[in-house]
T-cell receptor
Framework: EAQVTQNPRYLITVTGKKLTVTCSQN?????MSWYRQDPGLGLRQIYY???????DKGDVPEGYKVSRKEKRNFPLILESPSPNQTSLYFC????????????FGPGTRLTVL | DQQVKQNSPSLSVQEGRISILNCDYT??????FLWYKKYPAEGPTFLIS?????DKNEDGRFTVFLNKSAKHLSLHIVPSQPGDSAVYFC??????????FGAGTILRVKS
């Protein structure tokens, strides 16, 4: 089954404790992206990647890191999480370098205390 | 400054009637527009899109209208069904670059 998977789905952590949210897609897509969804703000892009070893900042990259060592994986790293990073996070992938028609993962609900 | 705005946080419609969801944008460079639907505890799923060279695109019960002069697009769902109850996000891109999303509209279809 073609899908984008994220792990964990739910995470409660404390300020400053490094964490990684994994994202994997099995569709051989080139374009991958991370978003956060906050009430009243919709989805805002954090980072995106057009191919292996090619990443770029989105609209809200502060406090986040990403890597794209393999085509299928695009982990999101929070080196020192803070409460304002409490949010719902979505990973997405697209079959070409355009972000049109992205396929989204199920989301990761992160709470930073 | 939100470039894509969905000014109605929620909409309630009777089953069988038409649902109209609206979206306004400010960036005249946007040339591709999409609607995504999101159910609780799931990621958004692509619904329908429209290029700026068109003013209408139809797919079954879903039709998207684009008014470039007004920088406005709308999604029409006819007839509305209870299974259409979800959050609907409008999104736009310029020259194949990143998507910019609106805040979403919660649609409730009452049976």
């Amino acid at each position: 089954e073609a899908q984008v998977t994220q792990n964990p789905r739910y995470l409660i952590t404390v300020t400053g404790k490094k964490l990684t949210v994994t994202c994997s897609q099995n569709m051989n897509h080139e374009y991958m992206s991370w978003y956060r969804q906050d009430p009243g703000l919709g989805l805002r892009q954090i980072y995106y990647s057009m191919n292996v070893e090619v990443t770029d900042k989105g609209d809200v990259p502060e406090g986040y890191k990403v890597s794209r060592k393999e085509k299928r994986n695009f982990p999101l790293i929070l080196e020192s999480p803070s409460p304002n990073q409490t949010s719902l996070y979505f990973c997405a992938s697209s079959p070409n370098v355009s972000p049109d028609t992205q396929y989204f993962g199920p989301g990761t609900r992160l709470t930073v205390l | 400054d939100q470039q894509v705005k969905q000014n109605s946080p929620s909409l309630s419609v009777q089953e069988g009637r038409i649902s109209i969801l609206n979206c306004d944008y400010t960036n005249s460079m946007f040339d591709y527009f999409l609607w995504y639907k999101k159910y609780p505890a799931e990621g958004p799923t692509f619904l329908i899109s429209i290029s700026s060279i068109k003013d209408k695109n139809e797919d079954g019960r879903f039709t998207v209208f684009l008014n470039k002069s007004a920088k406005h697009l709308s999604l029409h769902i006819v007839p509305s069904q209870p299974g259409d109850s979800a959050v609907y996000f409008c999104a736009a891109s310029a020259d194949g670059n990143k998507l910019v999303f609106g805040a979403g509209t919660i649609l409730r279809v009452k049976s």
